[in-house]
Antibody
Framework: QVQLQESGPGLVKPSETLSLTCTVS??????????WSWIRQPPGKGLEWIGY???????NYNPSLKSRVTISVDTSKNQFSLKLSSVTAADTAVYYC??????????WGQGTLVTVSS | NFMLTQPHSVSESPGKTVTISCTGSSGSIASNYVQWYQQRPGSAPTTVIYEDSLRPSGVPDRFSGSIDSSSNSASLTISGLKTEDEADYYC??????????FGGGTKLTVL
């Protein structure tokens, strides 16, 4: 059974960089059949796709966040990561990591709330 | 920018049938597959429909999906409504650059 688990600080100061890691178990980020994705959901609002990384390291980002986002993969640790720079209160959200099977998001992490506040 | 528009909320009685629409802003919605996700409070979304009309294993056949090219929209239909179907539902597709796009979500109330 594939499991994904987000980890990282729950509180980030404005203008700083948000950093999260997703640890994958029961499957390999090296598999060429999946996109490893980040999705966020502000409190009480809808889902917003942030971007994905492929096992080869190729990436695809949401154009509205592209200038601030970096997603990378670490095959040795079976993890992938998200960095979002210059955060503001508008970046407060539950952040999910998810596996995209190229048909649909078939596995999701439980989500982690990141609050941007001084 | 390609957008998907859903009604904010729908409601229906147990045992009835409800349909949730998802309208594409430009181009043909039939150009890329549409997925539907169910999200209950405090939980991550789960897939109920993928590739317009397919159901993942374990999803009951009360859930069905379709595409209507004439209205440039996708629809999720849930028949034989149960109280456990009460949740938020999101459609999802792709723009011309293969960026993932989600609809704004529809809150389904079963009363």
């Amino acid at each position: 059974q594939v499991q994904l688990q987000e980890s990282g600080p729950g509180l980030v100061k404005p203008s700083e960089t948000l950093s999260l890691t997703c640890t994958v178990s029961g499957g390999s980020v090296s598999s060429g059949s999946y996109y490893w994705s980040w999705i966020r959901q502000p409190p009480g609002k809808g889902l917003e796709w942030i971007g994905y990384v492929y096992s080869s390291g190729s990436i695809n980002y949401n154009p509205s966040l592209k200038s601030r986002v970096t997603i990378s993969v670490d095959t040795s640790k079976n993890q992938f990561s998200l960095k979002l720079s210059s955060v503001t209160a508008a970046d407060t959200a539950v952040y999910y990591c998810a596996r995209d099977s190229m048909a649909y998001f078939d596995y999701w992490g439980q989500g982690t709330l990141v609050t941007v506040s001084s | 920018n390609f957008m998907l528009t859903q009604p904010h909320s729908v409601s229906e009685s147990p045992g009835k049938t409800v349909t949730i629409s998802c309208t594409g802003s430009s181009g043909s919605i039939a150009s890329n597959y549409v997925q539907w996700y169910q999200q209950r409070p405090g939980s991550a979304p789960t897939t109920v429909i993928y590739e317009d009309s397919l159901r993942p294993s374990g999803v009951p056949d009360r859930f069905s999906g379709s595409i209507d090219s004439s209205s440039n929209s996708a629809s999720l239909t849930i028949s034989g409504l149960k109280t456990e179907d009460e949740a938020d539902y999101y459609c999802q597709s792709y723009d011309s650059s293969n960026h993932v796009v989600f609809g704004g979500g529809t809150k389904l109330t079963v009363l």
